[in-house]
């Protein structure tokens, strides 16, 4: 079976989504089978590598975790970028809500439902989990649950960036003794990143002080062309591969498999 990489962090805007889908991307590129489950109901992992509204979708992780007669593959949606998807929406809510309280798929629905996918012949080299803005619930604790190892996005600019982040790093490793999951922290990947200003730089201090050398050496830098793919729904290096977001994905991408190799 292949890697399992969950994108957490609890705050929202911080560049997980755009981390996944890019990273997905490039590792396809590279003739990687790839697989992103969207666990964010926001779905906005799956407007991009859909292109389409994620209303659209015929079944989400939701339908999936909830139920039992549907087929994984029956949920994979194949895209145009190369990388098969597991959807997300807003019904998705609703889906895990209904879980019953005490029910196991509240913890291991999504590590049984790759596993059973892997059965059935799908083999995805990477399987890469956008995360929801949380710290606790249903669909943090599956993606944990499942996970082989976190990518902690941290937004280089942000004062606040660091504030929280003990809280989360305690929230996972008390899932990961909970579930049996033997989930690791990869790095931590430092996005929308500025050199040239001075918040850039205390932020960035302050992170390598912080994880020391957990931090990916690989920084994402502030792109306008990421916001611009972002916007028309679309993965960097397809609407620019010359930019310096392309780029900057396709360093975190190597540098990623580098460390997987090494841990
Ligand atoms: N390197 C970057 N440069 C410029 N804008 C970025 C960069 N990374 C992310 N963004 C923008 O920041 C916002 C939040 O990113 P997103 O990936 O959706 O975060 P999250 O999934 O953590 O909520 C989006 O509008 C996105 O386009
Ligand atoms: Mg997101």
Redesign the pocket.
Known sequence: MGRIIA?A?Y???????????NTAHVLAMNNNQVLVVDL?P?G??TLTLSRSNPFEQEYTIGNLLADKDLLPRDCLVHTSYQVDLIPANLNTYALVASLPANSAKRIFGLRNRIAELASQGWNHDYILI?CP?QIEGALITNAIAAADYYVL?I?GESVYALQGVGHLMQAIEAIRDDSGSSIRMLGALV???DARTTAGKTVMQAINRYFQDMVFKTV????????????SNRCVCDLDPKSS?CE?YRAFAAELIQRIDRV
């Open positions: 994108f962090n705050k929202g805007g911080v560049g997980k989504t755009t981390s996944v889908v964010d926001q906005n992992a956008d803005p996005p937004e996005t929308m990143h994402i830098r502030r792109n306008t062309t990421i916001n611009k793919a972002n916007l977001g900057d």
